[in-house]
């Protein structure tokens, strides 16, 4: 036979969840942070090249997704 919890003892159940509920997010949130500072060598290069690519953009007057994909296959492999 099942017994009753009285309705205080639940509710104060329900206001400790509720309390914690943002210290746990918060915990997470900043594990998700720490995780993308840290670059991998090839995103490093991807971020490095991409002011390259807009520069070589405005001084040779390219356009197009094949001059890109030329342009980022030279620089990665720098």
């Known amino acids: ?4 919890i ?3 003892m639940f509710a104060a159940a329900i206001a400790v969840c509720l309390a914690a ?3 746990l997010t918060s915990a997470a949130t900043a594990k998700k942070e720490e995780a ?9 290069k ?5 002011p390259k690519w807009a520069d070589y953009k405005k001084e ?3 356009k197009g997704r094949a ?6 296959s030279t620089c990665l492999k720098a």
């Open 6 to 8: 009285p309705r205080s």
């Open 46 to 50: 991807m971020k490095d090249c991409g």
């Open 1 to 4: 036979m099942m017994t009753r």
């Open 21 to 23: 509920a943002p210290t």
């Open 67 to 72: 001059e890109y994909r030329k342009f980022m």
């Open 36 to 44: 993308k500072k840290e670059l991998t060598p090839q995103q490093q």
């Open 60 to 62: 040779k007057n390219v």
